[in-house]
């Protein structure tokens, strides 16, 4: 083999043996394969050789390239492996450090309080059903028999989207839906948020939440009201509680009637809660007006029923004693959390 590529190969591979990192390996390809590299100069000197001697130094040279490529490559490959480990080492999961902890959110009182009273009739083979926060002017008032001179519909009170449309002001307007698309027997409660024009202060808000509830079947009867009603009572705030009806008037039943329960505070004797009276009132109730079963299309000859709705609020700060209803839309955690 040719002097000079003898010399050039030897240079190359102490050179190649010698490089200590990636970088080095790589300038060697430059330094003797490159266009102006040491193989590549002696190359381009072929062309002043007599052609028999060009041949086999043409054949040396090529050879020559084959190899000191070779074994570039080789070490290029092996920093390159070595760069691998390292990183693969610099990434290395410690399964023993102790994790970062998440803090957990606590459930709402108010989700508390509504989860609460959907137990309750469950428990009574009650189901669960919802209608929309935005309603129309028709079920909210017209099919639940308020007259077009009902107070309620007032834009001091109610707050309306369009003239046939609003934010329901009770979750009643879920009755004359289920009325509507089912048929007796029929046994639902409806949780959910309303809205009515009150400016907030400790016993007002915007918005708040109501559990409706309606039963239609044949011969259901006032007793069936009041059975229900006082069993929810007693799963509600404890076994000894009383209740008792008074008479009242909504648009939506006849007869109609608010339902005290006993105080589960002081158990009747009168204290802060129950404002010295013993009696604290919790829902509104009666026979549903054969007006609404109508609008639903239910046979008013065959089929009764009883409908009732309570303010979630209400029975949430009478049960934990809080005692301004804007602390529940604070989300003070601080708050929230008290009542896991
Ligand atoms: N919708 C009434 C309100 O917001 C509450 C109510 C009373 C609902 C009597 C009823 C009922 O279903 O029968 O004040």
Known sequence: MNEIIRRIMEEAKSRAEAASSLEEAEALRIKFLGKKGELTDVLKSMKDMAPEERKSFGQAANEAKGIIEEMINERRAFFKDMQKKA??????IDVTEPGKVTPLGTKHLISITIDEITRVFRSMGFSVSEGPEVETVFNNFDALNAGPNHPARDITDTFYITDDVLLRTQTSSVQVRTLQS??????????????RCDTPDATHSPMFHQVEGLVVDEGITMADLKGVLDSFAKQMFGSDTKTKFRPHHFPFT??????DVSCFKCGGKGCR??????WIEILGCGMVHPNVLKVGGIDTEKYTGFAFGMGVE??????????????????????IQQFR
């Open 273 to 278: 809660i129950c404002k010295g009276s013993g």
């Open 254 to 259: 006849e007869p109609s009637a608010e339902m």
């Open 314 to 335: 209400r029975i949430a700060m009478l049960k934990y004693e809080v005692d301004d209803i804007r602390l529940l839309y604070e989300n003070d955690i601080r708050f």
């Open 182 to 195: 089912q048929k007796p027997p029929i046994a639902i409660i409806a949780p959910g948020r309303c809205f």
């Open 87 to 92: 990183e693969l080492a610099a990434q290395t």
